[in-house]
Each structure stands twice: as structure tokens, then as C-alpha cells.
């Protein structure tokens, strides 16, 4: 499930002039995107041109949200899409994003580890049948948007398949508060990128059909920005930069989450991940000694 959020605007600072792209470059590209409808939120502008669009988890905890998006592909108006329906894991909103550390499957979480790394090998080997050399693929990016686990888990996926595999890797340029300084950590492995207009018409119509099938996990305010931003990634196995001293000058779609909330709401916000964290750790330590 996804946080509310304000209009992700672009937020222009400095070109980085190594290489010019244009929307040409994506004709029949490959998307992966972890939940339906991360593909319209992040990637409207290439998605009518994209020949796969691969969506990787699908059944939820949320039982109306499952039965929802089974529904929803059925009769999907995109005929370039394949849903994985891996199920999702307990990790979302367990991480600490002012300390992240990356692990071999993602980012570390505050709770269902197996469940988080069972489902890192699964994607491992799904999309894997999906992605060819010479192919141009776009996901989700280091820092998953506004910062959700499973956004991450799916860039960790299929930068590990570039490792065997010759395809050019672009990732969103979308960015929240929340995690900001994790972006700026990432800034290393990030290369050249492009603007493009985002496709609204597009957006309003799946936008309605996930409502329909009660499966829109966004803001129902939200309004598409006038463009879009993709990096192509240059090295997957980068250093991350350390946070310090003057913020790098990059553009990116801003995503405000938590810098609007009031004090007391963001403090409670930590105070009941905190809360969930300690619940689970401690329901898995009394499982243990049964």
C-alpha cells in the first residue's frame, strides 16, 4: 500500500549533459514494477510504448485490494502486461530511512525477513525469463520513490540481472522527503538522464480502472506532473556517496510525504512503526519457544 502524497513536480536544478535521450529510446522497452499502478504513478510517459510491463506482487494482506487486482488484469486495458502475483511481505514502513542499509535483498526491514528475502529470490528467477540482452528495462529506483521496501527489493532484483545480462537500466526519477538522503547516497550510480511528458490521459483512465476495482493505493487528489524523469544507471555495484557537506544538483520529481505533516503526526508516525516492529520481533521470539 502506498502513502498519501502531494503532485510530484519536478524539481529543476542542474542538467547533467553526458548523453541526450528522447522518448525513442524506450520504444518497446521492458518496465518492471512491484505493486499495479506503480507503473502508471512512475512511468506514464513510456508505458503505451513499453512491450512488457511486468508487475510483481500481487496478492496482499489486504484481502479487498487482492480480490481487486486479480480482478483488474482480467480486463486490463494495457495488453502488455504480466503480473507476477508474488505475494507481498510484511516489510513495508518498517525501515529506518535516516539510517539505511542496503542487504543483498533490498533494504534492511523491521520485520518479516524471511518472508522479504524468500520474495527477493522469487523476482530473482521470474523476471529473469522476461529480460534479454540488448533490451532497454526501466524500474523502480536504489531509493524506491518515497521509500518503500518492496520499490527497492525490485531495483536490487534487476540490477543483480544486469550482472548476467547485456540490457540498458533506467530507473525513475522520483524522490520523497523521506528519503532524500538516501537518494543523494545513490547519486554514484546514477549516469545521464531525460525528461519526459508525462501521459495524462493515460493515467486518468487506469487511474479510474484500479478504482473501480477498489486497487488504487494513491493519493486520489494526485495529479501527474508535465514531465518526467528516468537516470540510466552506470554502475550497479557503485560505493554509496557519504551524506555530507552540500546536496548534489540533480533534477527529480519531488514527492512531498512527511515535510508537510505537523511535527506531532511525523513523531507518531516513527513512534507506531517503532511499536509494530517490537510486536513482531517479540511474537517471533514467544513462536520460538514453543
Same mark, same amino acid.
Given at each position: 500500500?502506498?502513502?498519501?502524497?502531494?503532485?510530484?513536480?519536478?524539481?529543476?536544478?542542474?542538467?547533467?549533459?553526458?548523453?541526450?535521450?528522447?522518448?525513442?529510446?524506450?520504444?518497446?522497452?521492458?518496465?518492471?514494477?512491484?505493486?499495479?499502478?506503480?507503473?502508471?504513478?512512475?512511468?506514464?510517459?513510456?508505458?503505451?510504448?513499453?512491450?512488457?510491463?511486468?508487475?510483481? #506482487? $500481487?496478492?496482499?494482506?489486504?484481502?479487498? *485490494?487482492? /480480490?481487486?487486482?486479480? +480482478? @483488474?488484469? &482480467?480486463?486490463?486495458?494495457?495488453?502488455?502486461?504480466?503480473?507476477?502475483?508474488?505475494?507481498?511481505?510484511?516489510?513495508?514502513?518498517?525501515?529506518?530511512?535516516?539510517?539505511?542499509?542496503?542487504?543483498?535483498?533490498?533494504?534492511?526491514?523491521?520485520?518479516?525477513?524471511?518472508?522479504?528475502?524468500?520474495?527477493?529470490?522469487?523476482?530473482?528467477?521470474?523476471?529473469?525469463?522476461?529480460?534479454?540482452?540488448?533490451?532497454?528495462?526501466?524500474?523502480?529506483?536504489?531509493?524506491?520513490? #518515497? $521509500?518503500?521496501?518492496?520499490?527497492?527489493? *525490485?531495483? /536490487?532484483?534487476?540490477? +543483480? @540481472?544486469? &550482472?548476467?545480462?547485456?540490457?540498458?537500466?533506467?530507473?525513475?526519477?522520483?524522490?520523497?522527503?523521506?528519503?532524500?538522503?538516501?537518494?543523494?547516497?545513490?547519486?554514484?550510480?546514477?549516469?545521464?538522464?531525460?525528461?519526459?511528458?508525462?501521459?495524462?490521459?493515460?493515467?486518468?483512465?487506469?487511474?479510474?480502472?484500479?478504482?473501480?476495482?477498489?486497487?488504487?493505493?494513491?493519493?486520489?487528489?494526485?495529479?501527474?506532473?508535465?514531465?518526467?524523469?528516468?537516470?540510466?544507471?552506470?554502475?550497479?555495484?557503485?560505493?554509496?556517496?557519504? *551524506?555530507?557537506?552540500?546536496?548534489?544538483? @540533480?533534477?527529480?520529481?519531488?514527492?512531498?510525504?512527511?515535510?508537510?505533516?505537523?511535527?506531532?503526526?511525523?513523531?507518531?508516525?516513527?513512534?507506531?512503526?517503532?511499536?509494530?516492529?517490537?510486536?513482531?520481533?517479540?511474537?517471533?521470539?514467544?513462536?520460538?519457544?514453543?
Amino acid at each position: 500500500m502506498h502513502p498519501v502524497s502531494k503532485a510530484g513536480r519536478v524539481t529543476a536544478l542542474k542538467r547533467r549533459p553526458d548523453a541526450m535521450f528522447n522518448s525513442s529510446d524506450f520504444h518497446q522497452c521492458v518496465i518492471i514494477m512491484a505493486h499495479p499502478d506503480d507503473e502508471i504513478l512512475w512511468a506514464s510517459s513510456i508505458l503505451a510504448a513499453a512491450k512488457k510491463v511486468i508487475l510483481c #506482487y $500481487g496478492d496482499t494482506a489486504d484481502a479487498a *485490494v487482492s /480480490r481487486g487486482r486479480a +480482478a @483488474l488484469l &482480467k480486463d486490463f486495458p494495457l495488453q502488455s502486461v504480466i503480473s507476477l502475483n508474488i505475494r507481498e511481505s510484511r516489510s513495508f514502513l518498517t525501515t529506518d530511512w535516516d539510517r539505511p542499509v542496503e542487504t543483498p535483498h533490498g533494504i534492511q526491514c523491521g520485520r518479516d525477513h524471511e518472508g522479504y528475502a524468500r520474495n527477493f529470490d522469487l523476482l530473482a528467477a521470474a523476471i529473469a525469463a522476461h529480460v534479454h540482452d540488448g533490451d532497454v528495462v526501466v524500474t523502480h529506483n536504489p531509493w524506491g520513490e #518515497y $521509500g518503500h521496501e518492496e520499490h527497492v527489493q *525490485v531495483y /536490487r532484483a534487476v540490477s +543483480a @540481472l544486469k &550482472k548476467k545480462c547485456d540490457f540498458r537500466l533506467f530507473v525513475t526519477g522520483y524522490v520523497s522527503d523521506r528519503v532524500l538522503s538516501f537518494m543523494e547516497m545513490n547519486m554514484p550510480r546514477l549516469g545521464a538522464f531525460v525528461a519526459l511528458p508525462t501521459d495524462k490521459t493515460l493515467a486518468e483512465t487506469l487511474k479510474l480502472h484500479y478504482q473501480t476495482h477498489d486497487s488504487w493505493t494513491w493519493d486520489d487528489g494526485y495529479q501527474w506532473p508535465e514531465q518526467e524523469l528516468f537516470y540510466e544507471i552506470r554502475s550497479v555495484d557503485a560505493a554509496l556517496r557519504p *551524506v555530507r557537506g552540500t546536496m548534489a544538483s @540533480l533534477p527529480v520529481n519531488m514527492l512531498w510525504i512527511d515535510g508537510h505533516l505537523p511535527l506531532w503526526h511525523r513523531l507518531l508516525r516513527r513512534a507506531k512503526r517503532s511499536a509494530v516492529v517490537a510486536l513482531d520481533t517479540l511474537s517471533r521470539r514467544m513462536r520460538g519457544r514453543r
